[in-house]
């Protein structure tokens, strides 16, 4: 039913920015909550950043917070993950997961759908 696409990742030095966005097919994104998750090899998937449909707030680990920036634009079924000061630990496979029901905003087992996946890799 719906299809979650991320894109934007690649290679930057420490201190560059990226912006990350996923685009999402079959349904809009005006009624549920979107969350960005990272996972490094050899490490579990851990929450990142998440859009809250019915009040409007953010929410990010503490990591994060000051650098990076979540948005959507409903109209457009995209939401985006603007990423500055990135530093060398921000290095994963960024995913973006989409919520209809639960609320669980901080836990993988709270996202109904989510997208493939995109490499970000900062450099020292």
């Known amino acids: 039913q719906v299809q979650l696409v991320e894109s934007g990742g690649g290679l930057v030095q420490a201190g560059g920015s990226l912006r990350l966005s996923c685009a999402a097919s079959?349904?809009?994104?005006?009624?549920?909550?979107m969350g960005w998750f990272r996972q490094a090899p050899g490490k579990e998937r851990e929450f990142v950043a998440a859009?809250?449909?019915?009040?409007?707030?953010?929410y990010y680990i503490d990591s994060v917070k000051g650098r990076f920036t979540i948005s959507r634009d409903n109209a457009k079924n995209t939401v985006y993950l603007q990423m500055n000061s990135l530093k060398p630990e921000d290095t994963a496979i960024y995913y973006c997961?989409?919520?209809?029901?639960?609320?669980?905003?901080?836990?993988?087992?709270?996202?109904?759908?989510w997208g493939q996946g995109t490499q970000v890799t900062v450099s020292s």
């Open positions: 997961a989409l919520s209809y029901y639960s609320g669980r905003i901080y836990s993988v087992g709270g996202y109904d759908y």
């Open positions: 079959g349904r809009t994104l005006s009624r549920c909550d």
């Open positions: 859009s809250n449909w019915s009040d409007g707030s953010t």
